[in-house]
């Protein structure tokens, strides 16, 4: 009779040893199908199965798309998902922090003395390099300016010129030193004629209109522009035609990301119903590419095609 690795700890009582994976090759075993089979069934990638199998849960992204293959696995296998699930998690419980030695009250001490020890000849080197510097900046400092020289200022009366179509008579010490003492005084007024200027007009200078807003810049040939919007927390993965990822990330509600690359390009959105896919402007429909499990894979071909 065939031996159940995923339930031969539950028979002796120390279930808690098998891995996940361990669990899910031997159902798919016992239904004598391959990683292929069992792949093409799930409609998931070869790689994915693999990875669940051998417990590299790090390829699979965020813990909710890992816990979400694994109950689909079970679902398909016709497994209990909790042990799964329990496995899962001691696996990806963090390893306990490294103990750190014990160092004695005899070497703290030791290291305090040799600091002491040379603490008197750090302060005199920096105290030298001080001394030098202010002797430098003494030497090359720049010589203070001179001050301005103020002329004195003159004691007459300064002259102010009267403005045009105003009376103007000679001031009282003018007349007397023009004239003898004993003529008589004559004050000649002058009436000058008010101009009157016409106005200036500043000429008219047509202002240019503000220019309109710059159209988005054309892409280059072959490219298509993918434009994502997230509604609740999913994760989005776009592998370029080498298959280097050109976006693998988890983004919150309220989020937004736009990016342009030449197809064909793979993608896969975890919560496929929360995110609004554009391509070149045009709306994406994700309701035929959603799986059962809520993701969406699909390949972005020449032209922006999807299939």
Do not use: C
Request: no cysteine.
């Amino acid at each position: 009779m065939e031996r159940d690795p995923a339930n031969d700890g539950a028979r002796d009582g120390d279930a808690t040893n098998v891995r996940a994976g361990e669990q899910l090759r031997a159902a798919r075993e016992r239904r004598k199908l391959s990683q292929a089979q069992a792949a093409s069934e799930m409609r998931i990638d070869l790689t994915t199965l693999r990875a669940l199998e051998a417990d590299d849960f790090s390829r699979l992204g965020a813990p909710i798309f890992v816990k979400g293959h694994l109950r689909n696995y079970a679902k398909q296998l016709g497994i209990a998902v909790e042990p799964l699930l329990d496995a899962y998690e001691r696996a990806a419980q963090p390893a306990p922090p490294p103990l750190v030695g014990y160092r004695n009250e005899g070497e703290q001490m030791e290291g305090r003395v040799e600091f002491k020890r040379l603490l008197p000849t750090v302060a005199a080197g920096v105290a030298s390099v001080l001394l030098v510097l202010f002797t430098i900046w003494l030497y090359h400092r720049p010589e203070p300016l001179p001050a301005p020289s103020v002329p004195p200022l003159a004691s007459a009366p300064a002259r102010v010129a009267p403005a045009p179509g105003t009376l103007t008579a000679p001031s009282a010490t003018t007349v007397a030193a023009a004239t003898p003492a004993t003529a008589p005084i004559v004050v000649a007024l002058r009436t000058e004629p008010t101009r009157t200027e016409p106005a200036r007009t500043e000429p008219q200078v047509a202002r240019p209109e503000p220019a309109a807003a710059e159209a988005r810049p054309a892409l280059p040939a072959g490219q298509v522009r993918i434009a994502l919007r997230f509604t609740a927390e999913s994760w989005v993965e776009v592998y370029d035609p080498t298959n280097q990822p050109l976006v693998y990330q988890l983004f919150d509600a309220g989020q937004a990301r736009e990016l342009s690359a030449t197809p064909p390009l793979r993608v896969f959105i975890g919560q496929a119903g929360s995110v609004a896919v554009s391509i070149d402007g045009k709306r994406v429909d994700l309701a035929p590419l959603t799986k059962r499990d809520a993701t969406a894979r699909f390949t972005i071909g020449a032209g922006g095609a999807v299939r």
